[in-house]
């Protein structure tokens, strides 16, 4: 395993994009040091700012507080990635394959416009989680984003595919513009979820406050819940058992109009 340590606290934010799989697997000890990244805007080696042991795998853990280093994991295809600490902007941005697990919080565009790979944040997520970039027609296109914490505005916004599920609660345009996949929100969201979408499905377990735009439905357990359940519960994130309630269903947004779900969870009345 390739280990690096962040030496000192950051004030500038470093562009360290190099910190990936893909770049560091096929490297030497020596080639690994020599790495550009940089520091606003003067290039420096990464070992001026990381203590680094082993050579190049794809097995690499990086720790210290990188609250201010960006595009950790940048457009990976493979390995694993483990950042034991907090992580900054743009964290698996373009990702295609592989897994990051970061024990802290990250920053906003986590997952930025991603298309396959699992990334799992067991603290809190910022803004603009799995969400296309300005003047990006689309968002995150496959893999999945867990998030033991909470998350900042316009989670999934522009989606297509893949999954995002939130432990904790969410703040507003959740599935902003949303074409597709699957939004899991376990503590609900702040206001306007799902404005402007057109397609795919949020579901929350608890109650939203839902914009005019969304028509009631139907009252049902959707069967295909059963893939999600079991699949999110093999992650820590259980969906609650058919026997205890239902979800009802609300359409739309007509205001696109779009075609899009939202499944509110409502637990049978106790007896």
Known sequence: MLTLTLKTALTVPLEAEVLSPDVLAPLAHDAIRALPVM????QHRLDEHFDITGDGSEEIEVRGDLTKVKWIGRAMTRGRLRVVGNAGMHLGAYMKGGAIEVTGNVTDWLGGEMSGGTIH???NAGGQLGSAY???????SGGQILVEGTAGI???MRMKRGLIAIRGPVRDFAGLQMKGGTIVLMSGAEQRTGAW????????????KLMPTFASACS???SFLGVYAKHLAAHGFALPPASEGGYRRHVGDASVPGKGEILVWHPHAAT
């Open 220 to 222: 049902y357990n959707p």
């Open 121 to 123: 944040v067991r603290g």
């Open 39 to 42: 520091l606003g805007k003067r």
């Open 154 to 156: 316009e989670i999934g």
């Open 197 to 208: 979408m057109v397609r795919g499905t949020i579901i929350s377990l608890k109650p939203l």
């Open 134 to 140: 300005r003047g990006g027609m689309s968002g995150m």
